[in-house]
Nanobody
Framework: QVQLVESGGGLVQTGGSLRLSCTAS????????MGWYRQAPGKQRELVAH???????NYADPVKGRFTISRDNAKNTVYLQMNSLKPDDTAVYYC??????????????WGQGTQVTVSL
């Protein structure tokens, strides 16, 4: 079993920055796409950013130009650098990874979530 371990959330003022990290608990797995999602109170979980093994990335419109996703394939880790944070960015942020099983089937994994709160 693989766990995705997240870190880096917290409380920050408007305009501040945070960096989230997410690492797979096992190094002997092959990870395909990785990404970050978020869920604000009373809202559905939404995609924030997504990155392929070859580092091609895409972003949700509300975070374009402010957030940067990156990954270190050797460490099975994905990062989310969040700058110019706004109160609307307040949410629980979840790491997501598509892991290739031994039978070559793809399986979705989720982190436990980390709270990001942006104050006025």
């Amino acid at each position: 079993q693989v766990q995705l371990v997240e870190s880096g959330g917290g409380l920050v003022q408007t305009g501040g920055s945070l960096r989230l990290s997410c690492t797979a608990s096992r190094s002997d797995v092959t990870i395909n796409a990785m990404g970050w999602y978020r869920q604000a109170p009373g809202k559905q979980r939404e995609l924030v950013a997504h990155i392929t093994p070859g580092a091609m990335s895409n972003y949700a419109d509300p975070v374009k130009g402010r957030f940067t996703i990156s990954r270190d394939n050797a460490k099975n880790t994905v990062y989310l650098q969040m700058n110019s944070l706004k109160p609307d960015d307040t949410a629980v942020y979840y790491c997501h990874a598509v892991i290739v099983r031994a039978d070559f089937r793809m399986e979705d994994y989720w982190g436990q979530g980390t709270q990001v709160t942006v104050s006025l």
